[in-house]
């Protein structure tokens, strides 16, 4: 009887054992499953998130841009780089004309010591080493003064002389004599608006290490030599389209391409290439951000539409929304600077018409197609299978515009920088 209940009792533990041990191979089994779908998951998001890095890496090489991320700007940029941008740039962004002195690089700088009345300091040591400058520039805005806030000798004097000095002693700003002479120019004595004068030669000495960079200098006498004060625009007054700031045209070494075409550069000192368009209606500074913005996006142009017309070659060739027939032809792609993450800190354009090139380049090839001697030569030996291993040719565009950019820099400096071959102008078989 004993050995009965013994024999009873084993056979129910075992059969305990075993519901228990499968309940709780199931229970693992899920969690593992669970945990490897978790995984899985993970490991795809990963991997999305690290394509995404990757694109905007090879993009902002393709740019030459720094890593800015989401950095917010709130100053207005300078009137002289949003005119200038919008001189070159058409209403699509793409280029219209070349940027004077044929430079690939314009930076701005502003200034970082406003303590002293004539006396202006830049901190350039942030300028890139592949770049070579060709011209720059002190701009300066004089404002209009009141009467009662004329030196008296202004009123028989029709003139200024306004000398520019490269420092070479801080602590003899006293006596323009000590210093370098690097601009001298006339003004008229009761006029006010952009000053910009050629103070290339400090800069190289600063770059080149000649001369350690100490600031510039800015005197202004009467015709009869007469020390007299005028008052420009400064960036603690609030003046932020219109503080002083150092421009400088630059060529940077071509990394994606051959140069573009020569052309005759302006004689040293010349600066009759542009003219500042003046607002005397604003010639108080800018009392507030609202009134700030409002001039910011009326200066800059309207890039929002990709169907805009990027200049008359590109009318003879509008882009196809649908490639009904299959053939090679230009279709639209706008490239949205906020969709890339960039809107913080590009200026303009808010993006551009890339358009990009698609469809087939069946024999026989037309006129329309654009085709070179050597893809109509191609197309006749790939229909009659002369070569079995040449396909057909490929549609590609046959043209490429430049684009300029306007962005501030890691260091809150403006920048217009020129890109080439950004947009597909025209498409063709080759």
Known sequence: MANLLLNIMLSLMITVSSVAHGFLTNVINDVISEDTGDVRLF??????????????EKLQEVFGLPD???????????????????????????????????????????????SLCHYFHFNISGLDVTESVLEAQLHLYRMKMQAYEMHPALFTSPSLIIR????LDEQQLSRPDMHRLLSIHTVGAHSHGWEVSNVTEAVLDWITGRRPNRGILVTCNTIFEQSVEV????????????????????????????TTAPITHPRPGNLNYYKYHNDPTNEEGDSSAERAAVRQRRSLPNVASANSNLNSSTADNPPHRANASGECSRLELFVDFEQIGWSSWIIAPKGYPAYYCK????????????????????????????????????????????????????????????????????CGCL
Do not use: W
């Open 164 to 167: 520019v000095y490269q420092v």
């Open 68 to 114: 800015l991320g989401e950095k917010r700007h709130h100053q207005v940029p300078p009137q002289f780089m949003t005119e200038l941008y919008n001189n070159i740039a058409d209403q699509s962004g793409s280029t219209r004309r070349r940027i004077p002195y044929n430079a690939t690089v314009i930076r701005s700088f502003i200034e970082r010591d406003n």
């Open 43 to 56: 490991k795809e998001k990963d991997k999305v998130r690290d394509v995404k890095e990757r694109a905007l």
């Open 231 to 258: 008052r420009f625009a400064r960036r603690n007054e609030h003046h932020n389209s219109k503080q002083p700031i150092l421009v400088l045209f630059d060529d940077e070494a071509k990394i994606h391409g051959p």
């Open 359 to 426: 469809g087939h380049c069946n024999f026989p090839l037309g006129q329309s197609q654009r085709p070179t001697n050597h893809a109509t030569v191609q197309s006749i030996v790939h229909e009659l299978n002369l070569a079995p291993d040449v396909g057909k040719p490929c549609c590609v565009p046959t043209s490429l515009l430049n684009v300029p950019l306007l962005f501030y820099d890691d260091n809150d400096n403006v920048v217009l920088r020129m890109y080439e071959d950004m947009v597909a102008d025209s």
